[in-house]
């Protein structure tokens, strides 16, 4: 796997960079939207004082250590971020993202998405995994665009919000072993089953 922290990466529309302190008015305007945050574990963000906590705990901290995946998507036409896309660097390698409402439907994420997932296979990661809210259906369909497949449904107490919700669990393998499942959420969690595929996913939307 890559041991340099954060490689930018560049597509059709966007560039994928670090965070920077340059951006903490940029996070703000990313993380205060409470209906981008409706899916997401932590409350939305209020004031400049907030962002800047943010940046040095999600961002900054991340970027002192030897390698990570914590993308700010920008704009091409002014470098500005509107969203972003993590992996996390642990045994799930999970992918995360979030946009600025306004954004919303150009396919702005796939188009990120994509280009991370693209990184990773090249640098030698075997599988990723995403999680979203069973009412998050945009979500799902964006996890499917990107060619991952549908493992299983559990339920868990998500904090900090300290409320229950239903997730559906997805993988998607770069090696051969495509009977691998990443099992931890569904041995924490006391409730959890694999839903019928056909019934869930007739249809795919554009993010």
């Given at each position: 796997?890559?041991?340099?922290?954060?490689?930018?990466?560049?597509?059709?529309?966007?560039?994928?960079?670090k965070f920077t302190e340059n951006d903490i008015e940029a996070i703000l305007e990313i993380y205060k939207d409470p209906e981008?945050?409706?899916?997401?574990?932590?409350?939305?963000i209020e004031t400049m004082e907030e962002a800047k906590t943010l940046?040095?705990?999600?961002?900054a901290r991340e970027y002192r250590k030897p390698r990570g995946y914590r993308y700010a998507v920008c704009l091409k036409n002014d470098n500005v971020p509107v969203g972003y896309?993590?992996?996390?660097?642990?045994?799930?390698?999970?992918?995360?993202?979030?946009?600025?409402?306004?954004f919303w439907h150009k396919g702005i994420m796939?188009?990120?998405?994509?280009?991370?997932?693209?990184?990773?296979?090249?640098?030698?990661?075997?599988?990723?995994?995403?999680t979203h809210d069973?009412?998050?259906?945009?979500?799902?369909?964006?996890?499917?665009?990107l060619g991952m497949n549908?493992?299983?449904?559990?339920e868990e107490q998500w904090q900090p919000?300290?409320?229950?919700?239903?997730?559906?669990?997805?993988q998607l393998n770069f090696d051969n072993e495509s009977i691998r499942r990443f099992d931890r959420y569904w041995i924490l969690s006391e409730v959890h089953y694999v839903e019928d595929e056909s019934e869930l996913f007739a249809d795919v939307r554009n993010d």
């Open positions: 796997m890559r041991l340099n922290n954060t490689p930018v990466l560049e597509t059709e529309r966007l560039i994928l960079r981008v945050n409706t899916f997401l574990p932590w409350f939305p940046y040095e705990e999600a961002y896309v993590h992996v996390s660097t642990d045994e799930s390698y999970d992918l995360g993202y979030g946009l600025r409402k306004e796939t188009e990120a998405a994509e280009a991370v997932v693209r990184q990773l296979r090249e640098d030698g990661f075997s599988y990723i995994t995403a069973v009412r998050n259906t945009h979500s799902g369909d964006l996890m499917r665009r549908y493992q299983y449904t559990y919000k300290d409320v229950p919700v239903t997730f559906r669990m997805y």
